[in-house]
């Protein structure tokens, strides 16, 4: 409480408003850009928080959320793939929570990586994509 109290001393109110407000525009940014793939369906297309979840499409395809979730991975990104509760546990659901300090330059990033990740899965192509595998990554 004491930190928030110095931000909104050191920010003003204007400026403690555009923090939680840029970081609501990139999830909104997000959350459109992913609602345009055809691959996935959006649980909540209006949002109050930044915060927001997304299903597969076509439930029984070639690949999963949790390929995508892998493909992502490879990249540096980390998107977790939930079972959902109970009666709908053979359900995956992607989510994502937009915190203060991603960018939308940086979001536009993971954007792409996600259409490259989705790219790679319907063309069938195994182990590491062209994109992650011209990085080098941690090896032992």
Known sequence: VLLQYSQFLHLGFSGYQRVPRATMDVAEFLAQ???TMDEFTLFNRQLDIPVFAWQR???GGAWT???VSDRLRMTGWLVPSDPLPDNLSDRLVQRIVVRNGLGRDLAGD?????RAAVRDLDSGAAGHSAAASSTRGFAH
Not at 110 to 114: F, R, S
């Open 33 to 35: 850009e992913i609602d």
């Open 110 to 114: 993971l954007i792409g990586d996600l």
């Open 57 to 59: 499409t076509d439930v």
């Open 65 to 67: 959320l949790a390929d």
